[in-house]
């Protein structure tokens, strides 16, 4: 509203109420003035909890948008770094379907290979108790031969019970009475016998004098994690498999296991190794 039209609505406004004089109108005036200016001069600072508040809400969304992309692209990468054959050749991923069909078709492999190598053991094993090396032979790996581990630490260069013995093929077909060191205990005694008397006193008894009962088996995993001497199976064998025959004991320091190692060559699983693993004594 201008000046002129202020005035004429307070002639009007003292016109009607003749109890108002001269000097009122100035003092009323004044004081209008005065509230006008006021309200100019304090619009803007009523202006400022507004824009802050709307500052601090778009400020906030900002930040938030942010933090989800980079969760979103920390996601997509691990994807990418945990399924790196998944990948075509332009470095594209391939569709989850694909991914799906790879996944089913990997551990449908995995199963007939454990039941493969499942029955396979449980054939070894009959052949072991029978003193059958010639049919055993047939099984053995034909360039690696078999190791016979003392203790857990199958593939360790320095074993934990000395060095592990190595036979071929020709080794456990043949009627072979050499006599081997097979391992020592923790006394150091050495123990040195034929490969059947191995066979029966240490691998089908316990320490030579104890009956085992093979009650457990497992795939490629152990049923006991003993404190002791460590299974270096895949560490030494990253690509080889194992089936387990384990013997609970009455107690903790009375366990047996069996491991029967293997590996594939041309597309056939042979014989690596039989690891015995016990506590120590």
């Known amino acids: 509203m201008d000046d002129k039209k202020i005035k004429e609505a307070i002639d009007n406004y003292i016109g009607k109420e003749k109890m108002y004089d001269p000097a009122m109108k100035e003092r009323f005036l004044n004081g209008l003035y005065s509230n006008r200016e006021k309200r100019k001069k304090y619009a803007p600072t009523r202006l400022i909890p507004s824009v802050s508040l709307l500052f601090l809400l778009f400020g906030g969304a900002f930040f938030y948008y942010i933090s989800v992309e980079r969760e979103n692209n920390e996601v997509i990468n691990q994807t990418h770094i945990s399924h790196p054959k998944l990948e075509n050749s332009e470095g594209s991923l391939i569709p989850d379907e694909e991914i799906e069909k790879h996944d089913r078709a990997e551990n449908s492999s995995e199963k007939e290979i454990e039941k493969k190598l499942l029955a396979l053991t449980e054939e070894l094993f009959s052949l072991l108790k029978e003193s059958n090396y010639e049919k055993i032979a047939e ?25 592990y013995v190595n036979l071929s093929k020709k080794d456990i077909s043949k ?10 205990d923790e006394s150091e005694k050495e123990f040195e016998m034929s490969l059947d008397e191995y066979v029966q006193q240490f691998l089908l008894r316990r320490w030579g004098w104890r009956d085992v009962d093979y009650s457990i088996v497992t795939f490629n995993e152990p049923a006991e994690n003993f404190a002791g001497v460590i299974n270096t199976v895949h560490e030494f064998y990253p690509d080889a498999k194992y089936v387990e ?35 120590t004594v």
Do not use: C
């Not at 009627?175 to 020592?184: A, E, F, I």
């Not at 009375?254 to 690891?275: H, V």
């Open 139 to 163: 099984k053995v790996d034909p360039e690696h031969g078999v190791i016979f581990a003392f203790y857990a630490d199958f593939g360790h260069p320095d074993g934990y019970g000395g060095q």
């Open 175 to 184: 009627k072979n009475d050499t006599k081997y060191v097979w391992g020592m």
């Open 245 to 279: 025959y384990y013997s609970p004991g009455e107690t903790e320091h009375l366990f047996q296991s069996l491991r029967f190692i293997y590996q594939e060559r041309d597309g056939e699983w042979f014989l690596i190794g039989i690891a015995r693993d016990v506590a």
